[in-house]
């Protein structure tokens, strides 16, 4: 089957094989209709690659398609269909070529090009991969349905018919050199054929490539080394070895990087020379080592200047975050080792990117302070990782880190009014683990702690107006809920507003001045609306509350809708975060016993009595999860929907549409083959069909999307 024709196609061969090259020429050839992707290790966060596919597909087809909305490794795999079937509904098929794709590690990010590629394929469009390692694709069924071409290296290797246009092109003069001997020791390697032929450049005199290439790393090292580098003045052996740390390469920032100047002319001489110089942009200010090239340079600068590396990396770092490029500095003070600096930059950069649904990404940056065992020595790292994983849901981690919080801040008691101490008053505030008055005091130890140019600072008055809901006391709540709704929009906390405002209308509501409270709750959805809040946490309260508004007007149709929305966020519902979490729950509760539907109020009440057990000192909020459950009780009927599902089938009934396997869903999850077929089951129960594709259709029916 010609490439072409196949509905997908791979290309995997080890480095230097020329696959960039022949992706490049496949879409010259078939242009404008090619949508090029070259990934890098920055993509490897499912949510910035889904929204980087986006962007390539754009620049060939306007489809209509709102990525900004998937905010979360739930909502992600749904937009990566959603992207395919936006793609369908184009002018004329497309071809989305992705280069380098063994950059992209994490499952997560290789379920959502395997969601794209089966939802491209099985409509009329083609994806390309191109990549030094298996792409993780279900090859198989592609193979058996016969629409996959694959490619190797057995395909890429030079024969002698090709290899003259590769040496004529490296400055070889064709006519003097023995192609024939090169092709066999080379085995028809392009990378070592051109390496070969620049060796030859450096030295004319020398036309014998020295040994056999195996493609080994070894052994391309030593002939770099020998028949490259050494024919090469000083001055240019040092750039080209010392730059190879950065992965993309300006003449400021090698200047920077060296402590020198007359960067930017010397990668130009490179260049001209096809020094596997590759440009980045049309204006030369911007290039790149070939992939290939780069590894063996680095590796050449630790033979020759052990240790030097960390020292480039930190001078890169101070460039690149002097210069507005804050995460590629962060990865060069991790590069050099420097924690003071990454830490630094992770208490900058975790939030606006978790606020961004780049979840992936703040994990990683958490677990190199856990895999270097030095959480303990950052307290604000470890309060911020505790609160990023509890607005997660994860609550195994948000605990792990909240201990490792504590511990590093019992082992080193912060100074009165110190950052630490008002952002660890913030933390133990939101947790609410030792009753009302105390979680009082911690917001208002945060709020004055806190610089007043703090984003946070907001929350720290919303909870203690919460401290006030939590006594029954609203003359008290009311006030201060209506100061942190002006701050919120001060301080552009969007997110928090509609919360606080829902806040108002419940208190509202309970005087009887329903004009205010529906005032309240429009302002609150209309933010949410405009801000695509969908994802967060504190959005199943103003959902929950909106349900019931609409209950209250007679709209039944509206109020399932924001039920809806609401459902998918249970499982961020948690005791971590207790006191919304469990507000929400209330709601629920309070929602589907008005519409009669005891399943849900009972899937909803017992997910608040988890959080009660853990969290006793709430307040008034226990005493009325209990009143709901005696109102429950008097009710009758024992009806099964899809209110029921638990937070752990909320969290699997997004993989249900995917290409995944009930054992890979397990793996994503952290559950067993086992437990996932008990999940499914139930799932297929509650929704009242037999398989996974009715449930499918069911769960389009119904709107249901899962756990974001």
Aim: proline share 5%; hydrophobic share 45%.
């Amino acid at each position: 089957m010609e490439a072409d024709e196949a509905a997908v196609v791979l290309i995997q061969a080890p480095p230097g094989y020329g696959k960039t090259t022949l992706m490049a020429q496949w879409a010259g050839a078939i242009a404008p209709r090619a949508a090029w992707l070259s990934l890098d290790a920055g993509d490897d966060d499912p949510v910035l690659l889904l929204r980087h596919l986006d962007a390539a597909v754009r620049r060939v087809e306007p489809i209509e398609l709102d990525t900004d909305q998937v905010g979360s490794p739930g909502t992600v795999l749904l937009g990566a269909r959603r992207l395919a079937a936006a793609v369908a509904a184009g002018s004329q098929p497309i071809t989305l070529m992705l280069d380098h794709v063994e950059a992209v590690t994490s499952v997560e990010s290789r379920d959502v090009m395997t969601e794209v590629a089966l939802g491209l394929s099985s409509q009329g469009s083609r994806v390309a991969f191109a990549s030094r390692e298996p792409v993780g694709l279900p090859t198989g069924r592609l193979r058996a349905s016969g629409g996959l071409v694959e490619i190797g290296a057995v395909h890429l290797a030079m024969s002698l018919d090709e290899a003259p246009d590769l040496l004529r092109y490296a400055g070889v003069d064709v006519e003097r050199t023995d192609i024939a001997g090169l092709v066999e020791r080379t085995e028809g390697w392009p990378a070592g054929l051109y390496l070969a032929a620049l060796a030859m450049q450096a030295a004319p005199a020398n036309r014998d490539v020295g040994f056999t290439f195996s493609g080994d790393d070894r052994f391309m090292s030593d002939y770099v080394r020998s028949e490259l580098l050494d024919h090469l003045s000083p001055v240019e052996v040092e750039f080209l070895t010392r730059t190879s740390v950065l992965d993309a390469l300006s003449g400021p920032l090698c200047d920077a990087t060296l402590g020198t100047v007359g960067s930017q002319r010397i990668l130009e001489q490179l260049e001209s020379r096809n020094l596997l110089l590759v440009p980045l942009d049309h204006r030369r200010e911007w290039y790149r080592y070939h992939q290939l090239f780069g590894e063996l340079l680095r590796a050449e600068l630790d033979r020759r200047e052990p240790g030097r590396a960390a020292a480039l990396h930190r001078n890169a770092a101070v460039w690149c975050e002097a210069n507005g490029r804050s995460e590629t500095a962060l990865a060069h003070a991790q590069a050099a080792g420097d924690v003071d600096d990454v830490a630094r930059l992770v208490l900058e950069l975790a939030q606006p990117a978790w606020a961004a649904g780049r979840v992936t990404t703040v994990r990683r940056w958490m677990d190199w302070f856990e895999a270097r065992g030095v959480v303990f020595d950052h307290p604000l790292v470890a309060i911020h990782g505790a609160l990023i994983y509890a607005l997660m849901g994860s609550t195994g981690d948000a605990e792990r880190w909240v201990a490792a919080a504590e511990s590093a801040v019992g082992t080193s008691p912060p100074a009165a009014g110190s950052p630490v101490q008002a952002q660890y008053a913030y933390l133990t505030s939101l947790l609410a683990r030792d009753g009302v008055a105390r979680m009082r005091a911690d917001a208002q130890a945060a709020f004055h702690g806190l610089d007043p140019r703090s984003p946070y600072r907001p929350a720290m008055l919303f909870t203690e107006g919460l401290s006030y809901v939590l006594e029954d006391a609203p003359d008290a709540a009311d006030p201060l809920l209506a100061a942190a709704a002006d701050a919120a929009d001060s301080a552009g906390a969007a997110p928090l507003t509609p919360v606080v405002l829902t806040e108002r209308a419940i208190l509202a509501a309970g005087r009887q001045r329903w004009s205010d409270a529906d005032a309240y709750t429009e302002r609150a959805l209309a933010i949410m609306t405009e801000g695509q809040f969908d994802d967060y946490w504190t959005s199943a309260l103003v959902y929950a509350w909106a349900a019931r508004v609409a209950l209250r007007r007679g709209e039944v149709g509206a109020a399932r809708g924001w039920l809806d929305r609401a459902v998918a966020l249970r499982p961020l519902l948690t005791h971590v975060l207790p006191v919304v979490s469990l507000q929400a729950l209330l709601e629920l509760a309070r929602a589907y016993i008005s519409l009669t539907d005891t399943a849900g109020a009972r899937a909803v009440l017992r997910q608040a009595g988890d959080i009660t057990q853990r969290r006793p000192q709430l307040g008034v909020l226990p005493e009325q999860a209990e009143e709901l459950r005696l109102t429950l009780d008097t009710m009758a009927g024992q009806s099964i929907g899809a209110s029921s599902l638990t937070t752990a089938e909320l969290r699997l009934l997004p993989l249900l549409p995917t290409h995944l396997s009930f054992r890979e869903m397990g793996e994503r999850l952290y559950i067993s083959r086992y437990t996932v077929k008990t999940h499914v089951t139930s799932i297929y129960r509650k929704l009242g069909v037999s398989s996974r594709t009715e449930a499918i259709e069911r769960m389009e029916v119904l709107g249901l999307h899962g756990a974001s």
